[in-house]
């Protein structure tokens, strides 16, 4: 059982910049596909971004260019740099770890941005 721990939500104004960050309680992490996904109120959770375990990134259209995530395997930890924030990125950010026959999903941090 891997058990995966998200920070760094909270409150900012549109236009600023949080950086989530996901601890992960597992020795084999760098075998692990990481992602970020979000859910609004009222809609699906989805995709925001993803790093394979040979570090290939992948984002969804609606954070190319504002957020970009990274992967250290020496701390089992990946992040989520979120620049540039609007009004519509307000939603419950969720880690993913993705293995080989598992799947593993944080308890979720809120992130608001509000004026």
């Known amino acids: 059982q891997v058990q995966l721990v998200e920070s760094g939500g909270g409150l900012v104004q549109p236009g600023g910049s949080l950086r989530l960050s996901c601890a992960a309680s597992t020795s084999i992490f760098s075998l692990y596909t990481m992602g970020w996904y979000r859910q609004a109120p009222g809609k699906q959770r989805e995709l925001v971004a993803s790093v394979s375990r040979l570090a290939q990134k992948n984002y969804s259209d609606s954070v190319k260019g504002r957020f970009t995530i990274s992967r250290d395997n020496a701390k089992n930890t990946v992040y989520l740099q979120m620049n540039n924030l609007k009004p519509e990125d307000t939603a419950v950010y969720y880690c993913?770890?993705?293995?080989?026959?598992?799947?593993?999903w944080g308890q979720g941090t809120q992130v608001t941005v509000s004026s």
């Open positions: 993913n770890a993705l293995g080989p026959s598992n799947n593993y």
